[in-house]
């Protein structure tokens, strides 16, 4: 699987066995995030969702940056003056919303520097892994920019109130190892082990039960969104977690266990 997108601003493969990669190859604006990349994503993404043919999705950059954010100096001043809200937050809305209803784990490989609204999108993912050299942050109050607030949600979900405002209120970059120190990533690794790390861990993610991982992301996405339950959503998840006892999967996985093998996921 190899596709050019976005004109070739965006690449679509498949590096590992379940895997799907998208790369954002925009060297030229940093891999600055512009209208064609953002549509490209939020038409792409919810095709991915083949059954249980792709189980992960990876997103990194084209070296040296993973993104240096939505592209706002490809703009002409005049028209974005006039129309700033349509122009930025409608795209990069739709492209978010995509990634974030992806039903399978998504993996964030940051494999240089990642600024603003190419933050926001590597916080969307489930998993972070950073090369050590990268630059983690967000500008807006340096461009006399009040956020979006759904935005700004994924943020405090992520690191909690003090660090959301230490990321909004100073502009700093963060180095790796302090965006790992806070959460912001789960894992650093050597620059020239990222690719290869990421794979890796995004192979190891999609060998696992599917059934397992749609389920668990879903409900960790609902408790995350609705701290407090109605009684119809507590029910779904109780129907969620009695549906694996059932499944042909659940059998699979505790016979392989006893029998020290690698379990043969059907998916149902």
Not at 155 to 165: E, M, P, Q
């Given at each position: ?88 937050a409608h795209p ?131 408790l995350t969104s ?43």
């Amino acid at each position: 699987m190899k596709e050019q997108l976005a004109g070739g601003k965006l690449l679509l493969d498949s590096p590992a066995e379940a895997v799907v990669r998208l790369r954002i190859n925009n060297p030229e604006r940093r891999n600055a995030l512009d209208h064609e990349i953002l549509d490209a994503l939020a038409e792409t993404v919810p095709r991915l969702d083949h059954g249980i043919e792709t189980r992960c999705l990876l997103i990194t950059g084209a070296p040296p940056v993973f993104s240096a954010g939505y592209d706002i100096a490809s703009i002409p001043s005049e028209t974005f003056e006039r129309d700033a809200e349509a122009l930025v937050a409608h795209p990069f809305q739709a492209a978010i919303e995509a990634l974030g209803s992806y039903p399978w784990p998504t993996l964030a490989a940051i494999n240089g520097h990642c600024i603003g609204g190419g933050l926001e999108l590597a916080v969307t993912c489930d998993l972070r892994i950073c090369a050590v050299g990268a630059k983690l942050g967000m500008p807006p109050v340096k461009l006399g920019l009040v956020y979006s607030h759904t935005g700004l949600r994924k943020f405090l979900d992520t690191v909690g109130v003090a660090r959301t405002k230490e990321l909004f209120l100073t502009g700093r970059n963060f180095d790796a190892f302090r965006a790992e120190q806070i959460g912001l990533v789960q894992e650093v690794v050597a620059d020239d082990r990222l690719e290869d790390a990421a794979v890796e861990l995004a192979a190891e993610v999609a060998a696992n039960a599917p059934l397992s991982m749609r389920g668990n992301k879903s409900a960790i996405d609902l408790l995350t969104s609705s701290p407090v339950l109605s009684d119809q959503q507590e029910a779904g998840l109780v129907a969620l977690r009695e549906s694996c006892f059932a499944s042909e999967d659940f059998r699979e996985g505790i016979k392989a266990f006893a029998e020290k093998r690698k379990p043969q996921w059907k998916g149902r």
